[in-house]
């Protein structure tokens, strides 16, 4: 008797193994549709999530063909038909378009200046990447950080200086522009500044505080 279920379990074992082999497989059809998408996604990689049969599904395994997108029902959700064993099927689907954000590799401390090795790149959906999270890596490699950054934290635009910091206390060259006379001097910011802003001056010679532009990381303009 022992023997004898041990037998009929192998069949039945056998037979859900066979079944298995004969089920349609959705993945194919899910990488078929996910390239299809992408033409139209300006080759943006995409996900497909799930899908779901209009009416009747494949009931064993055969290689989709002719897949066509008839709608995109809105931004993540696309109705197609395709071909099996010369008979057409329609489907819904569920789909993410996938881009590359970037978090801080290793904690990352306010004033250092980021290079590719202090940041990571991964994969996320379209819809749930947060606001002012940097798609391109050439916008953060070689900028500073305005805060510390935790081990993972993702990195946004209000992470970064958008030009080049200058440290209160730096010492610049001050040029002063009156009309057609030209005065140079030497001063120090009275506080951190960035390459493009308004900066305050404390001028050495006269010890006085101007306003002026800083032009380059040790350069002040003054315009009077």
Wanted: charged share 25%.
């Amino acid at each position: 008797m022992k023997y004898f279920n041990l037998f009929i379990f192998t069949i039945l074992l056998s037979l859900l193994s066979i079944s298995t082999s004969l089920a349609f497989d959705t993945s194919i059809l899910a990488n078929m549709l996910a390239r299809e998408i992408k033409k139209s996604a300006i080759n943006k990689e995409v996900r497909v999530d799930q899908i779901k049969f209009i009416a009747f599904q494949p009931q064993e395994s055969c290689l989709p063909e002719d897949l066509k997108i008839r709608e995109i029902k809105r931004p993540s959700s696309v109705e197609f038909t395709f071909n099996c064993n010369k008979r057409q099927y329609r489907a819904i689907a569920n789909y993410d378009i996938l881009t590359v954000i970037y978090v801080a590799q290793k904690p990352l401390r306010r004033g250092d200046t980021i290079n590719e090795d202090d940041i990571i790149g991964i994969k996320q959906p379209v819809s749930r990447i947060p606001f002012g999270a940097i798609t391109n890596k050439e916008l953060i490699i070689g900028k500073v950080l305005k805060r510390t950054l935790a081990q993972g934290l993702i990195i946004k635009e209000e992470h970064l200086y958008p030009g080049i910091p200058v440290k209160r206390g730096s010492k610049v060259n001050v040029i002063i522009n009156k009309g057609q006379v030209t005065i140079m001097t030497e001063g120090v910011l009275k506080s951190d500044a960035i390459v493009g802003s308004n900066a305050r001056v404390r001028c050495l010679q006269t010890g006085k505080e101007i306003v002026g532009k800083l032009v380059d990381k040790d350069k002040v303009r003054v315009s009077l």
